[in-house]
Nanobody, 121 residues
Framework: VQLVESGGGSVQAGGSLRLSCEAS????????MGWFRQAPGKEREGVAL??????SYADAVKGRFTISKDYGKKPLYLQMNSLKPEDTAMYFC??????????????????WGQGTQVTVS
């Protein structure tokens, strides 16, 4: 599956952005989908995951970010509210070839988008 992200940009602290991820095929009931981010000099980290059982969030973004996807060949979204400077990173959409999300490790995700930059000042 090919993934293409969009929606990044620059925003002031406290602002909001919505990221989108378009997949080349219907991912429902086939892949665990997730959003990861990587800041300069840091490891890539999981931000939010979603599968048929629901969504999971990293502690750093709980209550501020929402991952969602409508049924069918529809985009994966990441709504980011109350953004903080520490949210600045390249954000990646990823897919794991398992129906359920069982891992936050980037190495367990096979398919990746090219990334979209989010800068919070």
């Amino acid at each position: 599956v090919q993934l293409v992200e969009s929606g990044g940009g620059s925003v002031q602290a406290g602002g909001s952005l919505r990221l989108s991820c378009e997949a080349s095929e219907d991912t429902d009931s086939r892949y665990c989908m997730g959003w990861f981010r990587q800041a300069p000099g840091k490891e890539r980290e999981g931000v939010a995951l979603i599968d048929t059982g629901g969504a999971s969030y990293a502690d750093a973004v709980k209550g501020r970010f929402t991952i969602s996807k409508d049924y069918g060949k529809k985009p994966l979204y990441l709504q980011m509210n109350s953004l903080k400077p520490e949210d600045t990173a390249m954000y990646f959409c990823a897919a794991c070839s398992h129906i359920f999300c069982t891992s936050w490790r980037q190495y367990d995700y096979t398919y990746w988008g090219q990334g979209t930059q989010v800068t919070v000042s």
